[in-house]
C-alpha cells in the first residue's frame, strides 16, 4: 500500500450560516441558535452568518435566497418554523427554493427523534435539500430537536471523514 492510500482523510471546514426562525427569539434567549452555533464552531466548521428572522415566509425566503448566492457559504441550517400550527412556515417558505429534496433527512430525522419524544415526532416537518450548490437543513426550534439533529445527522454528513459516504464529497459536484 502506498502513503496516499493509507493516509486518513482530512477535516474540511464547511462555511455554515445559521437562521433561527421565531417571533420571539432573540440572540438573548435563542437556545436552539446558541447550541447550533456552538456545535458548529466546536466541530470545526465556520459560522458564516448568523441571523434571527421572524415566521413570514417571504422574509424567510428572502434571507435564505440572498445566502444562497454568497459564494462563502456552503451549508444553511434553520432551526423552528417547521411544526404544523399557523405560524410555522419554513417548509412553505424554502421547500419552493430547493433544487433537490433530501428525503433521508426528514425520515432520518423523525426516527431519531422517536427515541426521545415518541410519537409527538410525527409534528415535525423537518427536512433538507440542495439549492444552487447549497445544502439546507430545517430542524425544529427546540434545543434537544437541534441536539440531535446536529449529533445525530448534520455533523456526520458535513464531515468528509464519515464513510462510506458524506455530504462534503458531493459538493464539488452539486452544479454538475
Same mark, same amino acid.
Request: glycine residues 8%.
Given at each position: 500500500?502506498?502513503?496516499?492510500?493509507?493516509?486518513?482523510?482530512?477535516?474540511?471546514?464547511?462555511?455554515?450560516?445559521?437562521?433561527?426562525?421565531?417571533?420571539? *427569539?432573540?440572540?438573548?434567549?435563542?437556545?436552539?441558535?446558541?447550541?447550533?452555533?456552538?456545535?458548529?464552531?466546536?466541530?470545526?466548521?465556520?459560522?458564516?452568518? *448568523?441571523?434571527?428572522?421572524?415566521?413570514?415566509?417571504?422574509?424567510?425566503?428572502?434571507?435564505?435566497?440572498?445566502?444562497?448566492?454568497?459564494?462563502?457559504?456552503?451549508?444553511?441550517?434553520?432551526?423552528?418554523?417547521?411544526?404544523?400550527?399557523?405560524?410555522?412556515?419554513?417548509?412553505?417558505?424554502?421547500?419552493?427554493?430547493?433544487?433537490?429534496?433530501?428525503?433521508?433527512?426528514?425520515?432520518?430525522? *423523525?426516527?431519531?427523534?422517536?427515541?426521545?419524544?415518541?410519537?409527538?415526532?410525527?409534528?415535525?416537518?423537518?427536512?433538507?435539500?440542495?439549492?444552487?450548490?447549497?445544502?439546507?437543513?430545517?430542524?425544529?426550534?427546540?434545543?434537544?430537536?437541534?441536539?440531535?439533529?446536529?449529533?445525530?445527522?448534520?455533523?456526520?454528513?458535513?464531515?468528509?471523514?464519515?464513510?462510506?459516504?458524506?455530504?462534503?464529497?458531493?459538493?464539488?459536484?452539486?452544479?454538475?
Amino acid at each position: 500500500m502506498s502513503k496516499t492510500e493509507n493516509k486518513e482523510p482530512s477535516f474540511i471546514p464547511v462555511p455554515i450560516a445559521l437562521l433561527t426562525i421565531s417571533d420571539s *427569539r432573540t440572540l438573548a434567549n435563542d437556545d436552539a441558535g446558541d447550541l447550533l452555533a456552538q456545535r458548529i464552531e466546536s466541530a470545526g466548521h465556520q459560522l458564516a452568518g *448568523r441571523s434571527i428572522c421572524k415566521d413570514n415566509i417571504y422574509k424567510i425566503r428572502a434571507l435564505v435566497s440572498q445566502w444562497l448566492i454568497e459564494d462563502n457559504i456552503q451549508a444553511i441550517i434553520t432551526t423552528g418554523g417547521t411544526g404544523i400550527t399557523g405560524y410555522d412556515g419554513t417548509p412553505e417558505a424554502i421547500l419552493p427554493l430547493l433544487d433537490k429534496v433530501i428525503d433521508g433527512f426528514g425520515e432520518m430525522f *423523525r426516527s431519531l427523534s422517536y427515541q426521545n419524544i415518541k410519537t409527538s415526532t410525527l409534528q415535525s416537518r423537518a427536512f433538507a435539500g440542495v439549492a444552487n450548490g447549497t445544502f439546507i437543513f430545517c430542524l425544529p426550534g427546540s434545543p434537544g430537536a437541534c441536539k440531535d439533529g446536529w449529533d445525530l445527522l448534520i455533523s456526520h454528513q458535513l464531515d468528509h471523514r464519515t464513510k462510506p459516504c458524506n455530504l462534503v464529497e458531493l459538493m464539488p459536484r452539486l452544479q454538475e
